[in-house]
């Protein structure tokens, strides 16, 4: 099993939906959590860091499950310029150094 | 700006070459790390360093060495290159405080002929 894994998608949903992915990790020990976007043959960049509390920037929601051991991003009112592939990552406990990241899922958002 | 930079952006090899994908980073980064992405398979971790001196393997380390000689530069080994190490590689660094943010470059892209 992967340490990291996320819902390969895609995701095609109309502008103005709102879309939830899901992402597992199989070390209760983990430490710290985060989505990131990336963009068709780009780097990736940062979207958020999830906290324990649950986070919210703007349109999106990000939540940190410990019982279950899963993080989740919430998109709401979604827009064109969504469109990207969205991975997760998880800060291994052995190694604060040592971030994995999950396969990503595709979300393409239609007119 | 320059940020996390990596040269070079394209590559072709032939199978059993040896080549070295640079890493540079300007912003006194404690942590680098090298990941691979191939289609399907997300960033996968080959290896990483906590500091100059200092490396440690990840997920698929295998047909590759690094080394970490001073704070900024994490270069990354292709021993001896085969098909299966064509790929798009990313390197990236962080901050040892701050939860270990990731700042990628732009990505060198890789193929084994």
């Known amino acids: 099993r992967k340490e990291v894994e996320q819902d390969p998608g895609p995701f095609n949903v109309p502008e103005g939906a709102t879309v939830a992915f899901n992402c597992t990790y199989s070390?209760?020990?983990?430490?710290?959590f985060f989505w990131y976007r990336q963009d068709c043959r780009k780097e990736p960049k940062l979207l958020m860091s999830v906290y324990s509390s649950g986070n919210e920037d703007g349109r999106f929601t990000a939540q940190l499950n410990r019982a279950s051991q899963y993080i989740s991003l919430l998109i709401r009112d979604s827009k064109l310029s969504d469109s990207a592939t969205y991975l997760c990552?998880?800060?291994?406990?052995?190694?604060?150094?040592?971030?994995?990241f999950g396969s990503g899922t595709r979300l393409s958002i239609r007119p | 700006n320059a940020g996390v930079t990596q040269t070079p952006k394209f590559q072709v090899l032939k199978t059993g070459q040896s080549m070295t994908l640079q890493c540079a980073q300007d912003m006194n980064h404690e942590y680098m790390s090298w990941y691979r992405q191939d289609p399907g398979m997300g960033l996968r971790l080959i290896h990483y360093s906590v500091g100059a001196g200092i490396t440690d393997q990840g997920e698929v380390p295998n047909g590759y060495n690094v080394s970490r000689s001073t704070t900024e530069d994490f270069p990354l080994r292709l021993l001896s290159a085969a098909p299966s190490q064509t790929s798009v590689y990313f390197c990236?660094?962080?901050?040892?405080?701050?939860?270990?943010?990731?700042?990628f470059g732009a990505g060198t892209r890789l193929s084994v002929l």
């Open positions: 070390n209760s020990a983990s430490q710290s």
């Open positions: 990236a660094s962080s901050l040892a405080e701050g939860g270990n943010i990731q700042y």
């Open positions: 990552a998880v800060t291994m406990y052995s190694s604060a150094s040592k971030i994995i």
